[in-house]
């Protein structure tokens, strides 16, 4: 049978990392054997709706290349893929209805009074109320006439409260719960809505999805899903339960982060394919320690039985590291492309903005980084003369004053400012005193960028900053060491 998973997303706001995450997963899972990969809009829960949430949806699967086989825009037979439109067609409704008919739901007429008069549990630190059967016992009349006349009603699940239940992950094995844990969960709510449990199984066995990803903190409510699948006696998909994903604190990724949605890390300057790779690594690992795929790659290499258990932590060093290794890669013109608009909120002075890019290009870890890296082209910061004093090029204030001051005049007669005439220059001065380049090339990089660290070196940034700026500094400098 060909395997079919979904994504079936709420449209309640941001894309969080966790849910692309599984959005990722089942896409490899189907693709990788060659199958279908659905996407299935959930909206049911109208409460929790976000107006433009849908689109965020369809947006960031376009983003990072999840391009779904069947969907609200591409009917595969299996429609509608929005669970409103399902529901206009009456599915739950009949689908709840049978149960009722099977003896495994019934109408629940309680109004809230009594509902809080109940005994509550907690499970998993959350206090719930256990519902104690009472409207099980109706007889059928009684059904009929609250029905007829009005009364608002749930429709409830028949658990069993003796005996086990027993389902199967692909990850964890299989795993038993005792029948008096299982609360009798509504099926559809008094509006008319099915709970999002309900609607997810009925729409998963309608829809013929084979596999099942989701996560582990759905392990507590899988025994009430495989109750239902037996309840109708259908076959249950296959479950991959997911490992939590944390931050560096080993804490639940919150919204608090930072970069707990894809739109934030977009936002801070990260490419969709660094995410996709990254989050494709936060609980699977292949079978060697390679880290860099394309999706393509990640395709052909996605076994799914090889995710783990373990929470997985978001370590932003690491994406970082990833997105920077990805910006080197990418060609030329598409990087300058994403840059430019940070060269230019960093530099309204008239530059060569591609030399500037070039230089960045294999520097920065995210785009944001470019606008600290270059701003001391528009203008020479203020610096410690400290800086002139490195150990390893065995300079100091005054062997660099000495320096800057013989080389400025050969720098005022000079008019190729071009990289290769400067470092002619350079190089030739060099030569003339026998010490070694960085002894002359760290004094003039310091001078004309006021910076310990910089993109490029000291002729580079001479070329791009032209004569007269470079003088300008060069004297600065000159000033600075002798005062």
């Given at each position: 049978m060909k395997i079919r998973t979904r994504y079936a997303p709420s449209p309640t706001g941001k894309m969080h990392v966790g849910n692309l995450r599984s959005a990722l997963y089942e896409f490899l899972i189907a693709k990788h054997a060659g199958g279908v990969f659905m996407l299935r809009i959930e909206d049911t829960d109208q409460e929790r709706f976000v107006e433009g949430a849908t689109e965020i949806?369809?947006?960031?699967?376009?983003?990072?290349?999840?391009?779904?086989?069947?969907?609200?825009?591409?009917?595969?037979?299996?429609?509608?893929?929005?669970?409103?439109?399902?529901?206009?067609?009456?599915?739950?409704?009949?689908?709840?209805?049978?149960?009722?008919?099977?003896?495994?739901?019934?109408?629940?007429?309680?109004?809230?009074?009594?509902?809080?008069?109940?005994?509550?549990?907690?499970?998993?630190?959350?206090?719930?109320?256990?519902?104690?059967?009472?409207?099980?016992?109706?007889?059928?009349?009684?059904?009929?006439?609250?029905?007829?006349?009005?009364?608002?009603?749930?429709?409830?699940?028949?658990?069993?409260?003796?005996?086990?239940?027993?389902?199967?992950?692909?990850?964890?094995?299989?795993?038993?719960?005792?029948?008096?844990?299982?609360?009798?969960?509504?099926?559809?709510?008094?509006?008319?809505?099915?709970?999002?449990?309900?609607?997810?199984?009925?729409?998963?066995?309608?829809?013929?999805?084979?596999?099942?990803?989701?996560?582990?903190?759905?392990?507590?409510?899988?025994?009430?899903?495989?109750?239902?699948?037996?309840?109708?006696?259908?076959?249950?998909?296959?479950?991959?339960?997911?490992?939590?994903?944390?931050?560096?604190?080993?804490?639940?990724?919150?919204?608090?982060?930072?970069?707990?949605?894809?739109?934030?890390?977009i936002g801070q300057g990260f490419l969709p394919e660094a995410v996709v790779n990254y989050i494709a690594l936060l609980g699977w690992s292949p079978e060697d320690n390679r880290e860099i795929f394309s999706l393509e790659e990640l395709i052909r290499e996605f076994d799914y039985h090889r995710i783990s258990k373990s929470p997985a932590v978001f370590d932003m060093v690491k994406l970082r590291w990833m997105n920077g290794e990805y910006i080197k890669a990418m060609e030329f013109d598409a990087f300058y492309r994403m840059a430019e608009p940070y060269l230019k909120k960093a530099l309204t002075k008239e530059l060569d903005l591609k030399k500037i890019a070039a230089m960045v290009k294999t520097r920065i870890e995210v785009f944001p980084d470019i606008e600290g890296m270059v701003d001391f082209f528009q203008e020479l910061p203020d610096y410690d003369i400290a800086m002139y004093t490195h150990k390893k090029m065995k300079t100091n204030a005054q062997s660099s004053l000495q320096v800057l001051t013989d080389l400025l005049p050969r720098l005022e007669a000079q008019e190729d400012y071009s990289n290769d005439g400067l470092y002619r220059t350079l190089s030739e001065y060099v030569e003339e005193k026998g010490v070694k380049n960085g002894y002359v090339m760290w004094p003039v990089r310091t001078a004309v960028s006021g910076r310990q660290t910089t993109p490029a070196g000291a002729t580079e940034i001479m070329e791009v900053l032209g004569r007269e700026e470079s003088l300008k500094r060069i004297r600065r400098g000159i000033q600075l060491l002798q005062a």
């Open positions: 949806i369809y947006s960031t699967l376009k983003q990072v290349g999840l391009e779904h086989d069947e969907g609200p825009d591409k009917d595969g037979g299996f429609g509608p893929y929005v669970q409103s439109e399902r529901m206009k067609t009456g599915i739950y409704t009949k689908y709840a209805k049978e149960l009722i008919d099977r003896g495994e739901a019934y109408y629940c007429f309680c109004d809230k009074a009594r509902l809080d008069s109940l005994r509550t549990e907690v499970v998993e630190g959350k206090e719930i109320t256990v519902y104690d059967k009472h409207c099980l016992s109706l007889s059928k009349e009684e059904v009929e006439a609250n029905l007829a006349a009005g009364m608002p009603y749930v429709i409830r699940q028949n658990n069993p409260s003796q005996g086990t239940t027993t389902f199967h992950d692909e990850l964890y094995g299989d795993i038993t719960v005792e029948n008096a844990e299982l609360d009798d969960m509504i099926l559809i709510k008094s509006d008319g809505y099915p709970t999002y449990n309900f609607a997810n199984v009925v729409d998963d066995h309608t829809m013929g999805i084979t596999h099942v990803v989701r996560g582990n903190e759905y392990l507590s409510s899988s025994p009430k899903y495989t109750r239902l699948y037996e309840a109708f006696g259908w076959e249950s998909p296959k479950y991959v339960h997911l490992p939590l994903v944390t931050d560096e604190n080993h804490k639940k990724l919150a919204k608090r982060s930072g970069h707990s949605s894809f739109e934030d890390l």
